[in-house]
């Protein structure tokens, strides 16, 4: 094949009006010198072995984004080169979580396997060149033979077969004739090479597994090296930007496409993002799945994708995430309530405000009407004008929070307590004038009475108070289900204990509570899977799939709290 650029790329230079950082450094001396005509062509290449997590959302934002910067073009391309981990289900989700981001790769969604036959041309190509040999050493061999980062490795003692003992050979590993493990094709690069990826990297390996797409069609696939760049190549790729370990791999990547003579993208690395309290190694998220530490791959405790959208959170948020952070080279770990703080900025804006009562504790005013129910007029947001107003039912019996009442209060708390005055939101002052408690001494009841002349929550005589209460009409209320998430590991960074201890001993018991009656305005019967708000001085929350017409869960995006907010204090003194 020449090398030159594939003529069915087309797009013309365009200079995005975006923060710089060293990739759209490259990207712009590239168009300055014509390197590929002005065009920009990324592309993201998923291995279908598991689901897409916030640490993928980076990589995708990356590629993806460039390239909508500069009016070029991305892929979407599934490396489904390794059949015994990959499955249509992942496929399915990851598919599903990239348009979730807010990415169209149009018509262009490629697979490793496409290329297959191409693939293993190039191979014998490599061969025929005296540029790579069929290896019968064991792995365990190979790994003795490869040396180490302070010495040379040996080379094989196939290494020397002749062109025409290596071609017969690699057609018996495609004709299926030899078992699993018999033997590899390796590149003949060098042994000595400082780089180990260049002492004679696999390039084929044997696999007798039913893939996804091409069934039974192929006994041999290419090892991701050889067909990352590969790939790259047949797509017109210009710009191949992966994560930093890949660093390493460049001058094989590189190496390969020299050898074959064929058109060459760029590979460029970038520091992939790491989040405190979180694991994004596809190894362990498998394990939390398979050995039933989370109830799933989209369990919102979870660093998915999947996971994060069940959550309630916003892929804006996320893309605003990914941004903040920056294209970095080195790694680094970002601190997770960064990625709150994008979600609370996000939902702000959008989210619906209502109210909800997590732990109910009845209020009976004494004073007020049986059997009348008045309605208030509630904002649903007041950072958006156009999103007006709701009614709320109010009637003589109510709930509040249970720690919004303390009958023997401490200092400074504000709140309901025997004697003291508190406004409920949007309605009437009321003070506390008795309790109720069962046989063992927990109050089940709060007896108040109402000041009717504070209708709409403020006293005509001006008198204050220091605390407003959210509250639902007990007899309008609709009962939910409600889960609270909290990090799902003890540790900041449990990818890395100091007691050496597993991951999985790291987990926080305490990541999911499960409240079973919780109490919400009758607006929200029926509400949506899906649909988000904000519950009055409570949190962000998301209706979760499992709700049906006469269940209704929530799940707790985030709290109102705002950590990074410290945080940023914090670092500037």
């Excluded at 520091?271 to 939390?288: C, D, E, G, P, Q």
């Excluded at 509570?513 to 919400?520: G, N, Q």
């Excluded at 899906?530 to 409570?538: H, K, S, T, V």
Aim: glycine share 6%.
């Amino acid at each position: 094949m020449e090398n030159k650029e594939p003529a069915r790329q087309d797009t013309g230079p365009n200079t995005p009006a975006a923060p710089s950082n060293f990739i759209r450094e490259i990207i712009d001396e590239d168009n300055r010198t014509g390197r590929y005509n002005g065009r920009v062509h990324t592309r993201f290449p998923p291995e279908p072995n598991g689901y897409l997590h916030i640490g993928h959302a980076k990589s995708i934002c990356l590629n993806f984004g460039l390239a909508e910067d500069y009016g070029g073009k991305y892929n979407l391309r599934f490396d489904d080169t390794n059949p015994i981990k990959e499955e249509q289900e992942y496929i399915d989700a990851i598919i599903q979580d990239v348009r979730w981001l807010g990415f169209d790769w149009q018509d262009r969604l490629y697979y490793a396997s496409d290329y297959f036959e191409q693939l293993y041309q190039w191979a014998v190509q490599l061969i025929k060149a005296g540029k790579a040999y069929v290896d019968h050493l064991s792995a365990e061999a190979m790994r003795e033979y490869r040396g180490t980062l302070t010495e040379p490795g040996r080379e094989s003692p196939y290494r020397n077969r002749s062109v025409e003992e290596n071609l017969a050979l690699f057609e018996q590993m495609r004709a299926g004739e030899l078992p699993d493990g018999t033997c590899v094709l390796r590149a003949k690069i060098d042994m000595a090479s400082p780089n180990l990826n260049m002492r004679d990297p696999v390039l084929y390996r044997i696999l007798h597994a039913e893939h996804p797409r091409t069934g039974n069609a192929w006994c041999i696939y290419p090892m991701y090296d050889f067909a990352h760049g590969q790939s790259d190549s047949i797509e017109g790729i210009t710009h191949s930007i992966c994560t930093l370990e890949f660093e390493d791999h460049r001058p094989l990547y590189d190496w390969l496409i020299e050898q074959l003579g064929i058109y060459h993208p760029r590979q460029i690395e970038f520091a992939r993002l790491n989040l405190t309290y979180t694991v994004m190694s596809k190894r362990r998220l498998i394990r939390l799945v398979q050995e039933g530490y989370v109830r799933g791959w989209d369990d919102p405790r979870m660093p998915t994708l999947s996971g994060l959208r069940r959550r309630g959170y916003p892929p804006e948020a996320i893309r605003a995430f990914v941004e903040m952070t920056g294209v970095a080279k080195s790694n680094s770990t970002v601190e997770i309530a960064m990625l709150e703080y994008c979600v609370r900025q996000d939902l702000n804006r959008r989210a619906p405000r209502v109210m909800g009562v997590l732990r109910p504790l009845r209020v009976v005013l004494l004073n007020y009407p049986e059997g009348q129910v008045e309605e208030f007029e509630a904002v649903n947001n007041p950072e958006d004008p156009a999103a007006g107003t709701r009614k709320v039912p109010f009637s003589r019996e109510l709930y509040i929070e249970q720690d919004d009442f303390m009958e023997d209060p401490p200092d400074k708390f504000y709140r309901l307590a025997p004697g003291r005055e508190v406004r409920l939101r949007y309605a009437y002052f009321i003070k506390c004038v008795g309790v109720v408690k069962d046989e063992q001494g927990n109050i089940v009841e709060v007896q108040c009475t109402y000041d009717p002349a504070t209708r709409g929550g403020d006293a005509a005589d001006g008198r204050k108070v220091k605390a407003t209460l959210h509250w639902v009409s007990a007899a309008h209320a609709v009962e939910a289900e409600v889960r609270l998430y909290d990090h799902l590991y003890t540790q900041s960074n449990p990818n890395d204990d100091p007691e050496g201890r597993d991951f999985t001993a790291l987990i926080n018991p305490r990541s999911l509570e499960v409240l079973t009656s919780c109490r919400v305005e009758p607006g929200l019967a029926g509400a949506a899977a899906g649909a988000r708000y904000q519950f009055e001085r409570l949190g962000y929350f998301v209706v979760d799939p499992d709700s049906d017409a006469g269940r209704l869960v929530f799940n707790r995006t985030v709290t109102l709290r705002d950590e990074w907010a410290k945080i940023q204090k914090a670092q500037q003194g």
